[in-house]
């Protein structure tokens, strides 16, 4: 099955997807905070935050899972998005590695299908097309390696950012001759 028929994008609150896990966009601390860090811990319950005070932080670029309460999604998987700062800070390597800890996290769990939000391109700053387009070549990339996840979502908070994931699965498809 050709990866971009396994990338999916939607339009949506990733709190109310049903899937394997759901990715948060944490600080190193994973003591919660705003943005899709706060709507988590606010639909998961205060469980979330018992669970990752055991974890001791995470750096970024990193991941780690937890479980994921009252929320539909079985599991947490945090990862902690670079600050963008221009971009000549390693920013592009941090955000890749960010996906790329959390499939690795997700393969090992033996987890089908997980959904990311747009990390970084909030309060962190991350451009949102620059941030795209490292999202869907290195979830693809990824998915080449393997067929564990079947499946990752894209969720996008605003049809902006979905359109930017959209327009890069099509170049991808595109380049890889998956068109015909
Ligand atoms: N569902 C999906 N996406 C969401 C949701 C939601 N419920 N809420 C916000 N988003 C989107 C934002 O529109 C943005 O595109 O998530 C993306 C990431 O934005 P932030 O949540 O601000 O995360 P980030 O830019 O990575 O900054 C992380 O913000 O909340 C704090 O504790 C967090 O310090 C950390 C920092």
């Not at 944490?26 to 018992?50: M, T």
Request: hydrophobic share 40%.
């Amino acid at each position: 099955m050709p990866e971009s028929s396994r990338l999916i994008v939607v339009t949506a609150d990733i709190t109310t997807l049903d899937v394997d896990a759901i990715v948060n966009a944490a600080n190193s601390s994973l003591l919660g905070g705003g943005g899709v860090d706060g709507a988590i811990h606010r639909a998961a319950g205060p469980q979330l935050l018992a669970e990752c005070r055991t974890l001791d932080g995470c750096e970024t670029g990193d991941a780690k899972i937890t479980g994921g309460y009252r929320l539909r999604a079985r599991h947490v998987i945090h990862t902690v998005g670079p600050v963008w700062h221009g971009g000549d800070s390693g920013e592009p390597e941090l955000l890749a590695s960010c996906y790329r800890r959390s499939l690795e996290l997700a393969r090992r769990h033996g987890l089908k299908c997980i959904a990311f939000p747009s990390i970084s391109t909030g309060v962190y700053g991350y451009p949102k097309a620059a941030a795209a387009k490292i999202a869907v070549r290195t979830v693809s990339d990824f998915l080449k390696s393997g067929d564990r996840p079947q499946s990752v979502t894209f969720c996008c908070f605003d049809h902006r950012a979905a359109e930017l994931h959209r327009r890069e699965i099509a170049v991808l498809g595109s380049a890889m001759g998956e068109s015909q």
